[in-house]
Nanobody, 128 residues
Framework: QAQLVESGGGSVQAGGSLRLSCEYF????????MGWFRRALGKKREGVAGVEGDGPRKYADSVKGRFTVSKDIAKRTLYLQMNSLMPDDSAMYFC??????????????????????WGQGTQVTVSS
């Protein structure tokens, strides 16, 4: 069984919204930092957002005010609500789990900061 299962990607026009979901199956993740990353074609993977337990949230500068990360512990699901989408948001989006409570700042986060699990990715395409 996969440790993380993502869903919710799709194609939208600029200005539209999508909500990504990341279901997890280990209750230990309730207390851990969980984050979202994205990788656009030809670009490096970059951090998008993170939530510490189900509390403090952090965002990359490029998505502040547009994206909201949240976690529903009862449903064992991490979410990323994306509003006011722009073509530059087009990418494969991944959720990930870090071995610890504190999340790194997304703008500085690396793949190696999240070592517990990674999802398979869900594609988001935003057309102008």
């Amino acid at each position: 069984q996969a440790q993380l299962v993502e869903s919710g990607g799709g194609s939208v026009q600029a200005g539209g919204s999508l909500r990504l979901s990341c279901e997890y199956f280990d209750d230990a993740n309730n207390e851990r930092c969980m984050g979202w990353f994205r990788r656009a074609l030809g670009k490096k993977r970059e951090g998008v957002a993170g939530v510490e337990g189900d509390g403090p949230r952090k965002y990359a500068d490029s998505v502040k005010g547009r994206f909201t990360v949240s976690k529903d512990i009862a449903k064992r699901t991490l979410y990323l609500q994306m509003n006011s989408l722009m073509p530059d948001d087009s990418a494969m989006y991944f959720c990930a789990v870090r071995n610890g409570v504190r999340c790194p700042e997304p703008d500085a986060a690396e793949k190696s900061d999240y070592t517990i699990a990674w999802g398979q990715g869900t594609q988001v395409t935003v057309s102008s």
